[in-house]
């Protein structure tokens, strides 16, 4: 099964299932194609842009389970 984990590169998070995006997205993540996306984590993004990174976890994570 696919995962999500905080310590996931955005970059990696994205080669998980093309529907993570919309989530990402829709979390307030809009760059997901800037160079930072390549180096920073699921968990530092969160931080910078002020997201709940727990509560985006579980929405990823509920979605990949339907994959």
Excluded: F
Excluded at 3 to 30: F, Q, W
């Amino acid at each position: 099964m696919k995962e999500a984990t905080k310590d996931m590169r955005i970059s990696e998070l994205l080669t998980l299932d093309n529907g993570v995006v919309p989530i990402l997205m829709d979390a307030g993540l809009h760059c997901l194609g800037c160079p930072s996306a390549q180096l920073e984590t699921l968990e530092e993004a969160c931080e910078v842009h002020y997201i709940n990174c727990d509560e985006l976890i579980t929405k990823l994570n509920d979605y990949l389970k339907t994959v």
